[in-house]
Protein backbone atom coordinates (compact mmCIF):
# COMPACT_ATOMS: atom_id res chain seq x y z
CA UNK A 1 0.00 0.00 0.00
CA UNK A 2 2.82 2.25 1.11
CA UNK A 3 4.10 1.95 -2.64
CA UNK A 4 0.96 2.87 -4.56
CA UNK A 5 0.81 6.04 -2.18
CA UNK A 6 4.02 7.17 -3.03
CA UNK A 7 3.31 6.49 -6.76
CA UNK A 8 0.48 8.48 -6.68
CA UNK A 9 1.87 11.50 -4.98
CA UNK A 10 5.05 11.06 -7.52
CA UNK A 11 1.91 11.19 -10.60
CA UNK A 12 0.52 13.98 -8.50
CA UNK A 13 3.71 15.86 -8.76
CA UNK A 14 5.15 15.45 -12.31
CA UNK A 15 1.76 16.49 -13.07
CA UNK A 16 1.65 19.55 -11.21
CA UNK A 17 4.88 20.33 -12.81
CA UNK A 18 3.02 20.76 -16.09
CA UNK A 19 -0.11 21.93 -14.35
CA UNK A 20 0.05 25.09 -12.49
CA UNK A 21 -2.34 24.53 -9.89
CA UNK A 22 -0.48 23.90 -6.78
CA UNK A 23 -1.35 21.16 -4.19
CA UNK A 24 -4.69 22.47 -2.01
CA UNK A 25 -5.44 20.97 1.22
CA UNK A 26 -5.77 24.52 3.46
CA UNK A 27 -9.54 25.80 2.55
CA UNK A 28 -9.68 28.33 4.98
CA UNK A 29 -8.75 29.83 8.49
CA UNK A 30 -9.09 32.22 11.43
CA UNK A 31 -6.30 33.77 12.93
CA UNK A 32 -6.94 36.33 13.93
CA UNK A 33 -7.32 35.78 17.87
CA UNK A 34 -5.60 33.00 19.94
CA UNK A 35 -8.88 30.69 19.23
CA UNK A 36 -7.59 29.71 15.98
CA UNK A 37 -8.53 27.28 13.49
CA UNK A 38 -7.69 25.57 10.05
CA UNK A 39 -10.27 23.70 7.76
CA UNK A 40 -8.39 21.16 5.79
CA UNK A 41 -10.32 19.62 2.81
CA UNK A 42 -8.82 17.48 0.27
CA UNK A 43 -8.97 19.24 -2.43
CA UNK A 44 -7.07 17.16 -5.68
CA UNK A 45 -9.10 14.17 -4.27
CA UNK A 46 -5.44 12.26 -3.45
CA UNK A 47 -7.41 10.14 -0.89
CA UNK A 48 -4.65 9.19 0.96
CA UNK A 49 -5.49 7.57 3.98
CA UNK A 50 -1.73 7.33 4.86
CA UNK A 51 -0.45 9.61 6.67
CA UNK A 52 0.79 9.34 10.31
CA UNK A 53 0.88 13.09 11.54
CA UNK A 54 0.03 16.47 10.32
CA UNK A 55 2.29 19.02 10.92
CA UNK A 56 1.81 22.88 10.83
CA UNK A 57 4.79 25.29 10.51
CA UNK A 58 4.41 29.23 11.05
CA UNK A 59 7.78 31.66 11.54
CA UNK A 60 8.38 30.60 15.20
CA UNK A 61 6.85 27.35 15.79
CA UNK A 62 6.11 24.48 14.89
CA UNK A 63 3.01 21.75 15.94
CA UNK A 64 1.94 18.42 15.13
CA UNK A 65 -1.22 16.19 15.25
CA UNK A 66 -2.74 13.00 14.59
CA UNK A 67 -3.44 12.89 10.97
CA UNK A 68 -7.52 12.24 10.10
CA UNK A 69 -8.73 11.03 7.09
CA UNK A 70 -10.11 12.66 3.86
CA UNK A 71 -12.20 13.17 1.74
CA UNK A 72 -14.34 14.60 4.71
CA UNK A 73 -13.67 18.80 5.66
CA UNK A 74 -11.29 18.33 8.86
CA UNK A 75 -11.44 21.55 11.39
CA UNK A 76 -7.84 22.06 13.44
CA UNK A 77 -8.21 23.94 16.92
CA UNK A 78 -5.35 24.47 19.42
CA UNK A 79 -6.84 21.21 21.55
CA UNK A 80 -5.74 18.82 18.95
CA UNK A 81 -2.30 19.98 18.51
CA UNK A 82 0.74 18.88 20.67
CA UNK A 83 2.01 22.70 21.46
CA UNK A 84 1.76 26.50 20.51
CA UNK A 85 0.84 27.53 16.87
CA UNK A 86 1.74 31.16 16.94
CA UNK A 87 0.88 33.77 14.29
CA UNK A 88 2.63 36.72 13.58
CA UNK A 89 -0.57 38.96 12.57
CA UNK A 90 1.37 41.29 10.66
CA UNK A 91 2.61 38.85 8.19
CA UNK A 92 3.24 34.74 8.24
CA UNK A 93 3.30 31.54 6.43
CA UNK A 94 1.26 28.80 7.38
CA UNK A 95 2.54 25.80 6.23
CA UNK A 96 1.11 22.06 5.91
CA UNK A 97 2.88 18.73 5.75
CA UNK A 98 1.89 15.25 6.62
CA UNK A 99 4.10 12.17 7.48
CA UNK A 100 4.06 9.37 5.55
CA UNK A 101 6.56 6.26 6.09
CA UNK A 102 9.30 8.77 8.13
CA UNK A 103 9.12 11.34 5.65
CA UNK A 104 7.67 14.77 6.14
CA UNK A 105 5.59 15.78 2.70
CA UNK A 106 5.17 19.59 1.86
CA UNK A 107 1.17 19.17 1.25
CA UNK A 108 -0.14 23.29 0.94
CA UNK A 109 1.00 27.06 2.40
CA UNK A 110 -0.88 30.06 2.52
CA UNK A 111 0.68 33.67 3.37
CA UNK A 112 -0.49 37.24 4.23
CA UNK A 113 0.30 40.46 5.50
CA UNK A 114 4.02 41.55 5.05
CA UNK A 115 4.85 38.43 4.22
CA UNK A 116 6.90 38.20 0.93
CA UNK A 117 4.98 37.52 -2.43
CA UNK A 118 1.91 37.66 -0.05
CA UNK A 119 -1.04 39.13 -1.79
CA UNK A 120 -4.10 39.63 0.89
CA UNK A 121 -3.86 41.71 3.73
CA UNK A 122 -3.51 40.55 7.15
CA UNK A 123 -7.08 39.57 8.51
CA UNK A 124 -8.95 42.06 11.18
CA UNK A 125 -11.09 40.68 14.25
CA UNK A 126 -13.71 38.79 12.68
CA UNK A 127 -12.38 38.20 9.53
CA UNK A 128 -11.07 34.31 8.33
CA UNK A 129 -8.53 34.01 5.31
CA UNK A 130 -10.67 31.51 2.66
CA UNK A 131 -9.47 30.12 -0.72
CA UNK A 132 -11.58 30.48 -3.79
CA UNK A 133 -10.62 28.87 -7.20
CA UNK A 134 -10.16 31.06 -10.18
CA UNK A 135 -10.09 30.49 -13.98
CA UNK A 136 -7.30 32.68 -15.36
CA UNK A 137 -6.14 33.83 -19.33
CA UNK A 138 -2.92 32.14 -18.16
CA UNK A 139 -3.48 28.92 -15.93
CA UNK A 140 -6.70 26.91 -15.90
CA UNK A 141 -7.31 26.90 -12.38
CA UNK A 142 -5.72 29.34 -9.40
CA UNK A 143 -6.45 29.16 -5.61
CA UNK A 144 -6.20 32.70 -4.29
CA UNK A 145 -6.01 33.20 -0.53
CA UNK A 146 -8.68 36.18 0.00
CA UNK A 147 -10.47 37.98 3.13
CA UNK A 148 -13.99 36.46 4.50
CA UNK A 149 -16.11 38.41 6.79
CA UNK A 150 -18.56 35.41 6.34
CA UNK A 151 -16.30 32.38 7.91
CA UNK A 152 -17.85 29.03 8.16
CA UNK A 153 -15.34 26.97 9.38
CA UNK A 154 -16.17 23.02 8.60
CA UNK A 155 -18.57 24.01 5.77
CA UNK A 156 -18.56 25.25 2.27
CA UNK A 157 -14.43 24.75 1.72
CA UNK A 158 -13.05 26.55 -1.21
CA UNK A 159 -15.54 28.96 -0.92
CA UNK A 160 -15.89 32.42 -0.21
CA UNK A 161 -19.20 34.75 -0.26
CA UNK A 162 -17.96 37.79 0.77
CA UNK A 163 -16.52 40.87 -1.30
CA UNK A 164 -15.71 44.19 -1.61
CA UNK A 165 -17.28 46.80 -4.25
CA UNK A 166 -14.90 49.05 -5.97
CA UNK A 167 -16.27 52.19 -7.51
CA UNK A 168 -14.78 54.97 -9.04
CA UNK A 169 -14.95 58.10 -11.41
CA UNK A 170 -13.13 58.72 -14.73
CA UNK A 171 -12.65 62.16 -15.95
CA UNK A 172 -10.49 64.34 -18.17
CA UNK A 173 -8.65 67.67 -17.29
CA UNK A 174 -11.43 69.81 -16.89
CA UNK A 175 -13.85 67.24 -14.81
CA UNK A 176 -15.87 65.72 -17.60
CA UNK A 177 -16.97 62.07 -17.53
CA UNK A 178 -15.28 59.92 -19.57
CA UNK A 179 -17.00 56.92 -21.15
CA UNK A 180 -15.88 53.28 -22.01
CA UNK A 181 -12.82 53.74 -20.35
CA UNK A 182 -11.78 49.98 -19.72
CA UNK A 183 -11.05 49.69 -15.91
CA UNK A 184 -8.71 46.11 -15.45
CA UNK A 185 -7.72 44.93 -12.34
CA UNK A 186 -5.23 41.99 -11.83
CA UNK A 187 -5.26 39.03 -10.55
CA UNK A 188 -8.50 38.77 -12.97
CA UNK A 189 -11.54 36.82 -12.30
CA UNK A 190 -12.11 33.95 -15.04
CA UNK A 191 -12.16 36.20 -18.28
CA UNK A 192 -14.02 39.16 -16.74
CA UNK A 193 -11.06 40.73 -15.72
CA UNK A 194 -12.61 44.07 -16.71
CA UNK A 195 -15.41 46.48 -16.14
CA UNK A 196 -16.01 50.07 -18.17
CA UNK A 197 -17.20 53.54 -17.14
CA UNK A 198 -20.77 54.77 -17.97
CA UNK A 199 -21.51 57.77 -19.73
CA UNK A 200 -21.66 59.50 -16.45
CA UNK A 201 -17.87 58.42 -15.71
CA UNK A 202 -18.85 55.99 -13.14
CA UNK A 203 -18.33 52.38 -12.84
CA UNK A 204 -18.49 49.66 -9.92
CA UNK A 205 -17.26 46.01 -9.28
CA UNK A 206 -17.31 43.59 -6.76
CA UNK A 207 -14.42 41.94 -6.48
CA UNK A 208 -12.98 39.24 -3.51
CA UNK A 209 -10.84 40.93 -0.59
CA UNK A 210 -7.14 40.77 -1.82
CA UNK A 211 -4.66 43.33 -3.60
CA UNK A 212 -5.11 44.42 -7.07
CA UNK A 213 -3.12 46.62 -9.56
CA UNK A 214 -5.56 48.37 -11.66
CA UNK A 215 -4.90 49.69 -15.16
CA UNK A 216 -6.77 52.25 -16.94
CA UNK A 217 -7.34 52.02 -20.30
CA UNK A 218 -8.69 54.25 -23.46
CA UNK A 219 -8.12 53.14 -26.91
CA UNK A 220 -5.64 50.50 -26.15
CA UNK A 221 -3.39 52.61 -24.17
CA UNK A 222 -2.54 52.49 -20.88
CA UNK A 223 -3.34 56.00 -19.03
CA UNK A 224 -3.19 55.35 -15.19
CA UNK A 225 -2.11 52.42 -13.40
CA UNK A 226 -3.09 52.30 -9.44
CA UNK A 227 -2.85 49.72 -6.57
CA UNK A 228 -5.86 48.82 -4.80
CA UNK A 229 -6.60 46.65 -1.36
CA UNK A 230 -10.38 45.69 -1.05
CA UNK A 231 -11.82 44.17 2.38
CA UNK A 232 -14.96 42.64 2.11
CA UNK A 233 -18.59 44.02 2.88
CA UNK A 234 -16.57 47.12 2.12
CA UNK A 235 -16.50 49.85 -0.69
CA UNK A 236 -13.44 51.93 -1.48
CA UNK A 237 -14.23 54.75 -4.40
CA UNK A 238 -11.41 56.21 -6.73
CA UNK A 239 -11.66 59.20 -8.60
CA UNK A 240 -9.34 59.08 -11.64
CA UNK A 241 -8.12 62.34 -14.33
CA UNK A 242 -7.01 61.17 -17.50
CA UNK A 243 -5.11 63.59 -19.45
CA UNK A 244 -6.13 63.16 -22.98
CA UNK A 245 -3.45 65.02 -25.47
CA UNK A 246 -3.97 67.48 -28.19
CA UNK A 247 -4.92 66.43 -31.63
CA UNK A 248 -1.18 66.92 -32.71
CA UNK A 249 -0.57 64.39 -29.56
CA UNK A 250 -3.22 62.04 -30.96
CA UNK A 251 -1.54 62.40 -34.76
CA UNK A 252 1.64 61.67 -33.54
CA UNK A 253 0.58 58.40 -31.11
CA UNK A 254 -1.60 57.08 -34.14
CA UNK A 255 1.72 57.26 -36.25
CA UNK A 256 3.44 55.20 -33.85
CA UNK A 257 4.16 51.55 -33.98
CA UNK A 258 3.23 48.96 -32.02
CA UNK A 259 4.49 48.67 -28.55
CA UNK A 260 4.08 46.17 -25.73
CA UNK A 261 3.47 47.34 -22.19
CA UNK A 262 3.05 45.43 -19.27
CA UNK A 263 2.07 46.27 -16.08
CA UNK A 264 2.80 45.29 -12.97
CA UNK A 265 6.79 45.83 -13.48
CA UNK A 266 8.82 44.98 -11.34
CA UNK A 267 6.23 42.25 -11.02
CA UNK A 268 6.01 39.49 -8.76
CA UNK A 269 4.48 36.89 -9.32
CA UNK A 270 2.52 37.62 -12.45
CA UNK A 271 2.47 40.68 -14.80
CA UNK A 272 0.05 41.09 -17.28
CA UNK A 273 1.74 42.02 -21.16
CA UNK A 274 -0.33 44.23 -24.00
CA UNK A 275 0.75 44.96 -27.43
CA UNK A 276 -1.11 47.77 -28.01
CA UNK A 277 -1.07 50.46 -31.39
CA UNK A 278 -2.06 47.56 -34.11
CA UNK A 279 -4.26 49.02 -36.72
CA UNK A 280 -6.83 46.53 -38.84
CA UNK A 281 -5.73 43.45 -37.54
CA UNK A 282 -7.80 40.41 -36.55
CA UNK A 283 -4.48 37.91 -36.12
CA UNK A 284 -2.30 36.76 -33.40
CA UNK A 285 1.49 37.11 -32.32
CA UNK A 286 3.06 35.26 -30.75
CA UNK A 287 5.88 36.94 -27.82
CA UNK A 288 8.57 35.28 -26.52
CA UNK A 289 10.26 35.75 -23.63
CA UNK A 290 14.49 35.93 -23.55
CA UNK A 291 16.83 35.82 -20.37
CA UNK A 292 19.55 38.62 -19.87
CA UNK A 293 21.92 36.40 -21.61
CA UNK A 294 19.40 35.76 -24.50
CA UNK A 295 18.07 32.45 -24.02
CA UNK A 296 14.56 32.02 -24.65
CA UNK A 297 12.90 31.01 -21.54
CA UNK A 298 9.21 30.94 -22.83
CA UNK A 299 6.37 31.70 -24.99
CA UNK A 300 3.13 33.38 -24.88
CA UNK A 301 0.20 34.06 -27.28
CA UNK A 302 -1.70 37.50 -27.85
CA UNK A 303 -4.21 36.75 -29.32
CA UNK A 304 -7.18 39.13 -30.93
CA UNK A 305 -9.11 41.44 -29.82
CA UNK A 306 -6.96 42.46 -27.18
CA UNK A 307 -3.90 41.22 -27.42
CA UNK A 308 -3.10 40.78 -23.87
CA UNK A 309 -1.60 37.71 -22.00
CA UNK A 310 -0.28 37.55 -18.72
CA UNK A 311 3.39 35.72 -17.59
CA UNK A 312 3.81 33.99 -14.17
CA UNK A 313 7.51 34.36 -13.94
CA UNK A 314 8.09 30.64 -14.61
CA UNK A 315 9.80 29.02 -18.04
CA UNK A 316 8.11 27.01 -20.52
CA UNK A 317 8.85 23.76 -18.04
CA UNK A 318 7.12 25.73 -15.55
CA UNK A 319 9.80 25.94 -13.71
CA UNK A 320 9.84 29.53 -11.31
CA UNK A 321 12.40 31.90 -13.19
CA UNK A 322 14.58 33.51 -10.59
CA UNK A 323 14.82 37.64 -9.84
CA UNK A 324 16.69 39.59 -13.24
CA UNK A 325 15.60 41.52 -15.98
CA UNK A 326 13.76 39.77 -19.10
CA UNK A 327 13.10 40.62 -22.50
CA UNK A 328 9.78 39.81 -24.32
CA UNK A 329 9.78 40.42 -28.04
CA UNK A 330 7.12 40.20 -30.44
CA UNK A 331 8.01 40.19 -34.55
CA UNK A 332 5.13 42.19 -36.03
CA UNK A 333 3.81 41.39 -40.08
CA UNK A 334 6.00 43.92 -41.58
CA UNK A 335 9.00 42.10 -39.55
CA UNK A 336 9.46 44.89 -37.36
CA UNK A 337 9.25 44.39 -33.52
CA UNK A 338 7.70 45.47 -30.26
CA UNK A 339 9.76 44.88 -27.18
CA UNK A 340 9.48 45.16 -23.46
CA UNK A 341 11.80 44.67 -20.17
CA UNK A 342 10.00 42.94 -17.11
CA UNK A 343 11.68 42.81 -13.95
CA UNK A 344 11.13 39.53 -11.21
CA UNK A 345 11.17 40.25 -8.34
CA UNK A 346 11.36 38.44 -5.04
Known sequence: MIK????????????????????????????????????LYDKLEIGSDEFELFRFTTTNSEVECPAVAFPDTILITQQDVNGNLIFDHSGDFLRFSGLLDENWLFLDEISWGNYPDANVNSPLPGQSLGRVILTTEIRDDVAYLVKNSQPTPGEDPFNVNSKGLFTGLVQNQQDEPLAGIRIEYFPPYFLEYCTYSQDDGSFAVELYGMNYYIGLYMDETLHISDYLS???????????????????DQQVITNHLPVLINYPNPFNPITMIRLQGLENSSGSYLMKIYSIT???????????????ACWDGRDASGNKMPSGIYLGKVILSDNSSAECKFLLLK
Not at 18 to 36: F, G, H, K, M, V
Not at 238 to 244: Q, S
Open 230 to 248: VEPEETIFRGYIIDLPSEI
Open 294 to 308: GREINSLNLNFPDYT
Open 4 to 39: IIWVILIILVYNLSANPLEPLYISETDISNDNWWIE
